[in-house]
């Protein structure tokens, strides 16, 4: 049966709220619609009810000990910024020395390009070539000024899922604080802030099946505690390190996503996983495609494919009614290749030619039996169209061109 | 990014695309672009013995407006005089399929392919001529 278009793929950008979610968050628009901050009445302690009852499920599906660790922000680009600059600033006596890799989010990477302009210095630690960090590496970057390293769980382009419980050994026996942005990977991989170590952990709850623009940044409060300087000031909500008005419907929304995530999470791993391994069966039938990242070591919903001699924008704009993303040039403004295939070493012509398939919660057996033989039909297409294909089946060795950049 | 109609247009039903003899006196070969860079042209003309371009063919490795733009291309010289075709310029070609301005290269890419394949055909018919010549 022909699923019904367009089709969703890009499940690493954003998800769409689950029913679920929507049906717990209802409630806290027209009815109990309170400030939390309302200490006085009851229209007050309703929601601030509502708002712990979200604080405790978001604190159980990470492992914290307690609900007191978890502050609301806006979302985990708020998050990354508040952890980063706000340990910077309280523990800028102590030293002034970050470390960081290559590949993180442009929200973790930017603060920390911030920081560089005020005088800390900052290592970026770069990747093998499935884009793994090395806990060694990071055990021989840390120097006695170190003060954080900022280590993400999963990588949203290429999906690889970083050794956090390692590193968060070495980080816990040398006395460096570890930030985690665990966005892409909580609820669908292993994540657990006592077991691996994890003083800071940013999530955002739209990557999870709930609302955008609410997230949550985990302070651990005990061996070690951890202290920031809040980077906004205000009334002093969520102990003093992020003020403004709590959002309480995102925060219910947040709190149910968590509570599913808690309970589904697994089982949907599972079945992700056998849906990517259904896509990329029948994609690897193609000749010359390679995967981009680790072959294991990846988010269960996450296939990114290099399908060579094909461009990635040529290729999205051939399947038109299926939403993916691509590593080219192109679809961004900057005309630069993903600085995480760079990272990794992926020859750039490969990065122009890779293509995200992002899968996840209503990703259906028929929609990527569907796309699969789409983006078949498609490749074979457009290599039709390839000078570099044709010269490739000629037996022409494209690297002994010389090309001109431009 | 959204694309205009034309492009789309080019894109779905790409004019021209093929290969030409790259090695017949008659035939001009421009290829430019790099596969690092995210977009290659291979443009080519056949020209009559008048100096009239009666073929031209092209195949691109690059986005949909790299395509488009080099479609178009092949079309715009298809029965034109050589020193017609050069004065086929980017800006006309970035005009015609509606081009925001981070797709301009790839007009940029169509005008040097043209001119990469009038430059292969002149250069084939001065060896030629030196040739018959000595
Ligand atoms: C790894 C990672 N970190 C941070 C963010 C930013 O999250 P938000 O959209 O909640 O600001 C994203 C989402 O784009 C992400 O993928």
Redesign the pocket.
Known sequence: MAPTLPIYMDY???TPLDRRVLDAMLPYFCETFGNAASRSHVFGWRAEEAVEVARERVARLIGADSSKEIAFT???????NLAIKGVAEFYKDKGDHIITSAI?????LDSCKRLEKQGFKVTYLGVDKQGMVSPDDVARAITDKTILVSI?L???EVGTVQPIAEIGAVTRKRGVLLHC?A??GVGKVPFDVAKMHVDLA?I????MYGP????ALYVRRSKPRVRLVAQMDGGGHERGMRSGTLNVPGIVGFGRAAELATSEGEAEAMRLTTLRERLAKKLFQIEAVTLNGHPTARLPGNLNVAFSYVEGEAMMMAIRDVAVSSGSACTSASLEPSYVLRAMGVDEEFAHSSIRFGLGRFTTEEEVDYVGQLVTDKVHALREMSPLWEMAQAGIDLKSIEWAAH | MAYSEKVIEHYENPKNVGTLDKDADDVGTGLVGAPACGDVMRLQIKVSDEGVIEDAKFKTFGCGSAIASSSLATEWLKGKRVDEAETIKNSMIAEELNLPPVKIHCSVLAEDAIKSAIADFKQKQAAKRALQGG
């Open positions: 690493h950008a954003t806006s979302g985990a680009t708020e998050s990354d993180e989010h442009k929200a973790v993400m999963a990588n949203n942005d966005v892409q940013s955002s709850a739209h990557k955008k623009g609410v997230g």
